[in-house]
């Protein structure tokens, strides 16, 4: 089985510009979450989506904002970049009932020049 | 506020040179504590959910167990595979912004052949 896919592996941005990374969740799994990590620490919670519905979020600035789509699919959106948004984003899903485990992506590297 | 620490930061072994990596924390109502492993350039693979104190978990090398208080992933006879990052995470709930994964910064165990 497949599991969470993430595109693109790798972004090379400048200030002020705006992207879009994306994910596809294992099959069946109805949760998304967005993580962010930086060089040497441990991810930090950005988004959870459920059904299509933001559930949970963050502390992160509002120039950040994701969806999720009837497929359960989902996206991240990230406005007005600036050189501290450099990080590996993580997108991780589960069934979304329950305490299971979260499993994650390999991710999207993103350098902001 | 919910916090996790790891210690030690780096730990470096001889391959069969057994040790414990440390989890500490504190959570307000823990639903379940989070082991994954992570290798350089890739997303956080599952190893272990832990969800009330006095539980134990195993796979091969591995054995992880809590407290009400911490958490330790205990390395039988590493191998030179072994070698990688390993992160905690606490949940305090299975629903909206309370089921989110709060990182410890991890701990980066080398293993020398």
């Known amino acids: 089985d497949a599991g969470v896919t993430q595109s693109p592996t790798h972004l090379i941005k400048t200030r002020g510009q705006h992207v879009t990374l994306r994910c596809s969740p294992i099959?069946?799994?109805?949760?998304v979450s967005w993580y962010q990590q930086v060089l040497g620490q441990g991810p930090q919670f950005i988004f959870q989506?459920?059904?299509?519905?933001?559930?949970g979020r963050g502390n992160f600035p509002d120039r950040f904002s994701a969806r999720q789509f009837p497929n359960y699919s989902s996206e991240l959106n990230v406005n007005a970049l600036l050189l501290g948004d450099s990080a590996l984003y993580l997108c991780a899903s589960n069934p979304g009932v329950s305490n299971q485990p979260q499993h994650f992506g390999d991710g999207t590297r993103l350098s902001i020049l | 506020e919910d916090q996790v620490t790891q210690s030690p930061e780096a730990l470096r072994l001889q391959e069969g040179e057994s040790s414990s990596l440390n989890c500490s924390y504190t959570v307000s109502g823990l639903r379940g504590l989070f082991w994954y492993r992570q290798d350089p350039g890739k997303g956080p693979e599952f190893l272990f959910t832990l969800y009330s104190a006095g539980e134990e978990k195993e796979k091969e090398r591995l054995k992880a167990t809590l407290t009400k208080k911490e958490s330790f992933l205990h390395i039988t006879a590493p191998k030179p595979e072994d070698s990688a990052t390993y992160l905690c995470?606490?949940?305090?709930?299975?629903?909206?912004?309370?089921?989110?994964?709060?990182f410890g910064k991890g701990i980066t165990l080398s293993v020398r052949p």
């Open positions: 989506y459920y059904e299509k519905e933001e559930r």
């Open positions: 099959s069946g799994h109805k949760s």
């Open positions: 995470a606490v949940q305090i709930g299975f629903t909206g912004a309370n089921s989110k994964l709060t």
